[in-house]
């Protein structure tokens, strides 16, 4: 894990919230940083109160979201969806990070759409559209193969560093730019799903596919956004 650390002016100590933000960033530590930066700005102790002004005062405490001992916020994470919140002073949850729409460029949302289509059908895909949307109509399994889609991709990129096809640099960019798509997988799998809804046939081959994706692109297309 990172070495840098950053000073909590409430206490004059070592903040001991960065190093919760470190994880929640995967060791990022500009990213947690940033998301420091945020947490000791204005508007954010407009919602959540001042808790640096608030650690000094023992005798004057006014409503305050939860905190840690040192006086920070406390970082929570929701064991379902593994996203990470503060909590308010009347218990609403404050998200970590901004939405999905503010975390991936249109491009970008595209780009991992493919690839989630590409292991759909490796895996088999359905028999039927409306197979798939009866086995998923919960979500639940096709949260499940964004999860494992994750972990190909994770393999792939080790793999090719053991290949020296990949530098380890490039190959930290790509496992932290995956690690995005991980956490949003509930969003992905709404993307995966309208994909399948999208393309209107049986695709049983990843030949299927490209030939789909070929016609696509020539009338039409994918609207993934």
Known sequence: MST???LNDANGKDSSLVPQLLVAFNNNF???KDAYDKIISKPFMDKFGDWEANYNKVDEQVPMGTTLPSGEPKLFKNPVTRKYYFELADKTRMPLKDGFRQNFS??????VTDFLLYVYVQEGG?????KFQAANKDKSSVESLVN????IY????EASVLNEQLSEADAEILLNNIERVDQFSEEFADKLIYAVKALGENITSVEELEQSKEDGEKGGGLNMI
Not at 106 to 111: A, F, L, M, N, S
């Open 106 to 111: 249109p491009e970008e949302v595209q780009d």
């Open 4 to 6: 840098c650390k950053i």
């Open 30 to 32: 500009d990213l947690a």
């Open 126 to 130: 359905a028999s039927s559209l409306n």
């Open 154 to 157: 994770k393999g792939n990129v």
């Open 148 to 151: 494992r889609a994750v972990e």
